[in-house]
C-alpha cells in the first residue's frame, strides 16, 4: 500500500502546474561576465560552480530525497547559452501555448528581458547555428516537419548514461577530483594536447567541487530545519538527511538510502549543467542491489522502507519538467524529458539478471502513476516467469509501461556497433528505446526525417501539396511516370535528398558543440572521459557511435507505394492523373477511389505485398545513412524510433495515396499506420519483425493498443506474455501496449479534473493523457483497439 507521505507528494506532483525558473539563467549569466577570456570549458564549470553554490536550496513538505532546480515543485530552467530567442518569442503565451504550457510571471519576463537575454545576444548556439547553416539545408531543416534537428541546436544533447558502477558509486565527486589531480601532475604545459587536456581536469574538479557544495547546502538546510521541527518523527528524518548530504556525493555511498540520494543528486547536477533531454538512470536493479541487500541483511532497512524510497525517486524525476520550444514540443509532447530506467536482462556473465528490485521497480510505476522514470524491461528467453508475469500485469494497468525489449535483439545491436560482448550483455535503454551502454558518447536523437514528405516531393515535382513551397528536388510531373519503378525511383531521390540535408545540420550542430558547449560535469560521470582526459564533445568515452537519424512515416509511406504500385500499374483501376488530382483535392469527390485505395493491403497485417516495400525502404535508409561519418569519423546511424514526431510532421504534409486525408498524422516507429492494422496484434507484429531491426542501432519501436478485457484476466496476461516471447523469436527488439478503453479516454478528454493521473503510451514514452493537445489525444484514441490476439 502507498504510504501517506507518497501518495501527497504524488498529489502535489498531479495538480501542480509547470512553472519556469529564471534562478540557473541569472546565476550561469552572472558568472559568464566574470570569466570573460577564460577557456569555454572552465567558464562552465564555474558556471555550474557557481549555481550550486547559490541556486535556491528547498526541501518540500516531507520529502525524503531532497534536491531541486528552482523554486517551484513542478519546475523548468532557461539555458540562454543554447537558445534564448525561442523563449523570447514564446514566453508571453507560454500558458496558452497548445503542448507543454509553462506558468511564467511578468515580472520574470521582465527581468530575463533586461537582466539575461541582452547579454548571450549573439553568443548563443542557436543563433550560431542558424547563421552558418546553409540556405538550401535551413529551407528544409529549419521548423518545417520535414527534417528536423531542432532539439539539438536550441537544447543540449544529453543522451548519457552516468557510470554508477565504475565511477561514481565506487570514487564519489571526491574521489574524482582527487583522480583529476593525479592526472593534472602528469601534464606539460609544452604540449599543446596537454594544455587542453589541464583545462578538462580543471573543469572536472570545479564541478566536482560544485557538486559536493551543492549537497552540504541540502545538510546544512535539513539541519535549520530540524532545529525548529516539532514532529520528533520528521526531526529524525531531518536530521539523517542532513547526514547523508554531508557524506554523499563527495564520498561513495554506504546504504541503500545514500545510493538513491546520490542518484538523484547526479540527476540535479545533470539538469544544471544543460537541461539534457534523455539523462538516463540505466540498469537501476543493477547497480542498487547490492546496497538494499546489504541493508536487508543487516536490520538497516526493510523492504517497505526501500520501496518508499524508490517511490519517492519517482517523484523527484517527474518534477522536473524540460524547457523546450513549441516546436520542440510538438516532436516530445507531454513534459518528458526521457530519463529512462532499465530492469531485468542478462549479466555482464550472461545469467538472468533479475532481482528484487526489478520487481519493486515495476510496483513502484504501477503505484505512483508517474510519467518518469520511462520504465523499460529487458527480456530473454530464460527470464523467470514470474518476471514475465510482473510485467503483463502491469501492462494490464493501463500505464504504457513498461517498454519491452528483446535483450537478445539489444545485445546483437550493441555487437554489430563494434561493442564488446561483456558491455554489449550490460545494455541499458536511452531514452525512448536506445541500446545503451554507460561508456558511450552518442546523440540518439539527431534529427527526424518525414519520409512521407519525399514521397509527396516525388509526386508533386518537388513542391509542398499543402503551401505549393518548392522544398523538395525537381522532378518530373507524375503523369509522365510509365511504370512502379519510376515513382520509386523518384521517390529514393527525394529521400537522398533529405538524407543529405539531416547530414549537413547535423555536422554542424556537431561543430558548435565542440566549440561552445563542452560538457564538464557530465564527463566526469564517464570513466574513459577521465582516463583520456577528453571531454564527452570530444569523444572521450569508450564509445563513440555516430548519431541516430530517427525515421517517421515508414507505414503511411509503404501504404501509398503499395497503393500507386497495385491500383495504378498492376490492376489500372485508375490512372496517375487520377490519383493525382484526388490528392489535391484531399479526397473531396473521390470517396470511392479513396475506398478502394484503403482496401489495398496495409503494412502492420502480415502481407508480404506491402510489408516487403516497407523492408526495401528501411534496407536502404539504414545503408544511404550509415555510409556518412560525423565529425569524429563514426558512421551516422538509423532509427525508427518513437516520439510525437508523427503529429508535426503530418501536419505538413498533403493527403496520401494510401486513403490517409492531408495534415493527419503519419507513422511512428515501426508501428502500422493508426488504424490500419485490422488484423490482430500478433500479425502486426509479424510484419514489424520482418524488418532488418538489429542493423538499426538507434532502435526500433512497434506501439500496439489492446482492448482491456484482453489482459485484465491472468490468464489474458499469462497469453499476452507468450506472445511477448513469440514476438522477440523472431528478432523484433521492442514493443508496448495501451490497455485503455476508448471510453475512459473520451471521459479523460471531457473531464480532465477527474484523469490528471491517467497515463498513456505516446510513443517511446508514457505521460499524462490530460497533457496532451487534442490532435495527440486523438492520434491516440485513433490505434486500432485490437479485440483478440
Known sequence: MITERIESSRQNYINAKPAISYERARIWTESHKK???????IRRAKAFRDTCEQINVTIFGEEL???????????????????????????????????????????????????????WKGKSLEEAFLAQLPEK????????GIVDNDSKWRQAVGEMTPDYQDVLFKKGFGGIIKEAKEHIIKL??????????????????????????????????????????????????????????????????????????????????????????????????QFMYPYYKSDVDKGIITKDEAQELIEALWIKLSEWVWTISANTAEFFAGYNQFQNLTVGGKTREGKDATNDLSYMCLKATERVKTHQPGLSVRVHQDSPRSFLDAVTHLVSKG???????????GYQMLINAGYEP???????????????????????????????????????????????????????????????????????????????????????AQKLHKEMVPRPFLSSCIEECMIKGKDLVDAGAKYNLG?????????????????????????KMTTMETLIKALDANWEGYEKLRQLAVSVPKYGNNVDYVDDIAIKIANYYYKQGHKYKDINGNNFNTAFMGISNYLPTGKVVGATPCGRKAKEPLSEGVSPFAGSDTSTPLEAMRSAAKLNQDVHSGGTLLNLRLNEDLVNTKRGQSNLGFMIQSFFALGAFHVQFNTISTDTLRKAQNNPQDYKDLLVRVAGYSTQFVNLSKSMQEAIIARTAHENY
Open 137 to 144: 539545408t535551413a529551407k528544409v531543416a529549419v521548423d518545417t
Open 399 to 409: 500505464t504504457g509501461f513498461p517498454a519491452i525489449h528483446n535483450d537478445t535483439a
Open 422 to 508: 561483456e558491455d554489449a550483455r550490460d545494455w541499458n535503454n536511452c531514452g525512448c528505446v536506445v541500446p545503451h551502454f554507460r561508456k558511450t558518447g552518442e546523440w540518439t536523437s539527431a534529427v527526424n526525417i518525414n519520409f512521407t514528405a519525399a514521397l509527396e516531393f516525388a509526386l508533386n515535382q518537388g513542391e509542398s501539396r499543402i503551401t505549393g513551397e518548392k522544398i523538395g528536388m525537381d522532378e518530373d510531373k507524375p503523369t509522365t511516370f510509365q511504370s512502379y519503378e519510376e515513382v520509386e525511383k523518384a521517390f529514393y531521390k527525394q529521400f537522398d535528398n533529405l538524407i543529405e540535408h539531416s547530414i549537413i545540420a547535423t555536422l554542424l
Open 35 to 41: 570569466t570573460e577570456g577564460e577557456s569555454v570549458v
Open 547 to 571: 548519431p541516430v537519424l530517427t525515421g517517421i512515416g515508414l507505414a503511411v509511406t509503404s501504404n501509398s507505394l503499395a497503393v500507386i504500385k497495385k491500383l495504378v500499374f498492376e490492376d
Open 188 to 285: 606539460s604545459l609544452t604540449s599543446a594536447e596537454d594544455m587542453k587536456k589541464k583545462d578538462f581536469y580543471n573543469s572536472i574538479i570545479i564541478t566536482s567541487e560544485g557538486m559536493i557544495t551543492l549537497a552540504n547546502r541540502y545538510g546544512q538546510k535539513a539541519t535549520e530545519m530540524a532545529d525548529i521541527e516539532n514532529n520528533p518523527i520528521r526531526k529524525g528524518e531531518l536530521l539523517k538527511i542532513a547526514d547523508i548530504c554531508g557524506r554523499i556525493p563527495e564520498n561513495p555511498p554506504d546504504t541503500f538510502y545514500e545510493a538513491i540520494q546520490f542518484v538523484w543528486f547526479t540527476q540535479v547536477g545533470g539538469i544544471i549543467s544543460e537541461n539534457p533531454l534523455a539523462l538516463n538512470i540505466g540498469r537501476f536493479d
Open 65 to 119: 530525497i531532497v534536491g531541486s532546480i528552482g523554486e517551484f515543485r513542478k519546475c523548468g530552467i532557461l539555458t540562454p547559452e543554447f537558445s534564448w530567442t525561442w523563449v523570447d518569442r514564446e514566453m508571453d503565451n507560454f500558458d496558452e501555448r497548445v503542448q507543454d504550457p509553462y506558468v511564467m510571471t511578468d515580472e520574470q519576463r521582465t527581468f530575463v528581458r533586461k537582466k539575461i537575454f541582452p547579454y
